[in-house]
């Protein structure tokens, strides 16, 4: 339709209008990146980029740490005058880092492509004439703690997602694809329990832990030849221990697994997790996942 293309078109010359500073946005994001709940500065930077009175159109109402101490909220709507109520569009805007690496996942981009496609779409709708046929809502929703944590779950439990009709969100890839397949995930923390002993003195006291630890890890190594493509399992091993003349009595891992499909999660994590209970059993420790 010739009014969509025109509305679309509207939309594109409000992201070039404003791609300097959507560009800064994002650099002040990358050139200082904060961990999971601690993403105090980028709150600023986004609620200051919000608020600015240099953004063309309508300002936006903004609200800062909404339900979180770094979550915000701007939200601006058009009226119309039969419409029992608005129809409720959502962009998420992410902006937490990974440990010692940065925004090696791009959040810092998809604040600001939350951003952008926010502007592009409240120029669209500005450009029609008001009072509109439908009332449209425009919330951009911050929602910190995307790597650890879970940010969005605190936020759906404080209620900041009510009333949402469809929330979008843009992650980085190495492609372009206008979804990303659906994958389902169990995280799982496994803590062997052993016994300290002195080991140059009295290791035959001893319950090791760590040879726990590196079995479990080494019993899913010799499991991958047998998993589908589309599995993934990953972790690291938290704790392995004290010091090397120790014993060690206490081992931490923590993994994810990834599949297609709640089914073919189920069956990974059976397997799996015999990995992990047959590491015990041949140390004699004791597991808890």
Known sequence: LPALETLKQRACESVELNAARLGALSRDIWSRPELAYEEHQAHDTMTRFFSSGELPGAAWAVQPRYKLGTAFRAEWG????????????????????????????GHNLIAEVGAAAALGL???LESLPQPAPVAVQITVLGTPAEEQGGGKIDLI????????????????SQENAAYLPDVAEHDV?????????????????????????????????????????????????????????????????????????????????????????????????????
């Open 78 to 105: 058009t009226t119309a005058l039969q419409a029992p109520r608005p129809l409720r569009v959502a962009f998420l805007c992410e902006y937490d880092a990974l440990p010692g690496i940065g925004h090696a996942c």
């Open 189 to 289: 923390t496994v803590k062997y329990y052993g016994k300290a002993s002195h080991a140059a003195a009295y290791p035959w006291e001893g319950v090791n832990a760590l040879d726990a630890a590196v079995l479990a890890y080494n019993n899913l190594s010799v499991l991958r030849q047998q998993m589908k493509p589309t599995w993934r399992v990953h972790g690291i091993i938290k704790n392995g221990g004290v010091k090397p003349n120790i014993i060690p009595s206490y081992t931490e891992l923590e993994f994810y697994l990834r599949a297609p499909s709640m089914k073919d999660l189920s069956v990974l994590t059976e397997k799996v997790e015999n990995c992990f209970k047959s590491a015990a059993l041949a140390t004699g420790c004791k597991v808890r996942m």
């Open 157 to 172: 439990n404080a209620g900041a997602f009510d009333g949402l009709d469809v929330v979008f969100m843009a992650h980085p």
């Open 122 to 124: 409240k120029a669209a």
